[in-house]
């Protein structure tokens, strides 16, 4: 398995935590294993950084490191800092014309949005941030729902722990399901939401509803038994509300609606059924609760923007 070289790029005043994150998920966490990715901080000059929280990190690299990375990675960016060089600039540029990924993670978006990569394109970033930002890249369609954004080989995401989904993401899609969610297991995080998640839910559950047992019981029941037809009535009456009650507390909850999230669990059991046996497509979509393997096929090209047998080949090659 070929290994996919990762560039981190570093700044003066940057968050640990946000250099932390693609530290921790494509290389920290393969305790026990060779990592899958090549990883290196690099900085201007390869001068050390100071971060934020009143440390400093050696960095070995300057920024001629992304000349040969698989992808770049700008991990966030300091909002009071001066604007980004025009030598980081251009290595970005030219990285994404010879095909690297470039991921801009929570305000890291800024610099990407500054190369003018991002023009006529969609993204996100930190929803604190969305009016500042398209006051400054009216080019830009900037959406600050989603917790991640791919478009071809740039993708953006939102702030703190959206970078952890955006990576983990990253690591799916390069690596395949089954691989990502032990990755998650082991930091203990969600093992998928998927980009289109909201980032930010302004209504608080209703402390007065129940949804504490029942409520969680039930969705862990669905869960565990996604093969089985679900339709929205018969779920809320087993957790003893209303039709609109489930509704509203289960968008509250998850941050989409119930039949997206249906879904959503689906095609994720399917990318590890396609990955780890040698079951028929239509065997899968019965599998997994959707039944007609159209509908399954529909469904999949859609979130994932290949078919269910391209994902089956790809990553049974990288086996």
């Known amino acids: 398995m070929n290994k996919h070289t990762i560039a981190i790029v570093a700044v003066d005043n940057i968050s640990a935590f946000h250099v932390s994150v693609p530290c921790l998920v494509f290389q920290d966490v393969f305790i026990q294993q060779q990592s899958m990715f090549d990883l290196c901080l690099c900085s201007e000059n390869a001068a050390d950084v100071s971060l934020s929280s009143g440390f400093t990190i050696s960095i070995e690299k300057d920024l001629s490191f992304i000349d040969s990375a698989d992808i770049v990675v700008i991990p966030s960016w300091p909002n009071a800092l001066p604007e980004p060089s025009k030598a980081l600039l251009d290595k970005l540029i030219e990285a994404h014309q010879r095909g690297a990924t470039i991921v801009g993670l929570c305000l890291g978006a800024y610099v990407v949005a500054k ?13 604190a941030f969305s009016e500042k930002f398209k006051q400054d890249f009216p080019n830009v369609s900037i959406d600050c729902n989603p917790l991640f954004i791919e478009q071809g080989n740039i993708i953006t995401s939102a702030g703190t722990a959206a970078s952890l989904d955006c990576c983990l993401h990253i690591v799916r899609r390069l690596h395949g399901n089954e691989i990502a969610s032990t990755i998650a297991r082991t930091m203990v995080t969600a093992p998928f939401r998927n980009g289109g998640q909201k980032q930010y839910i302004p209504s608080p559950i209703d402390k007065r509803a129940d949804t504490s047992v029942s409520f969680v019981l039930v969705i862990n029941e669905i869960a565990q038994n996604l093969g089985n037809s679900y339709d929205l009535d018969s779920v809320a009456a087993q957790c003893a509300m209303s039709r609109r009650t489930f509704t509203r507390q289960f968008k509250a909850q998850y941050g989409c609606s119930f039949g997206e999230w249906l879904t959503q669990q689906r095609l994720d059991l399917s990318q590890t059924l396609l990955e780890s046996t ?19 096929r529909k469904h999949f090209k859609k979130a994932y923007h290949v078919s269910p047998t391209q994902w089956r080949a790809v990553f049974r090659a990288n086996i």
């Open 278 to 296: 040698d079951y028929s497509i239509s065997t899968v979509a019965e599998l997994i609760g959707i039944g007609s393997d159209s509908v399954f």
């Open 115 to 127: 190369t003018g990569l991002l023009d006529k394109k969609k993204a996100t970033t930190h929803w």
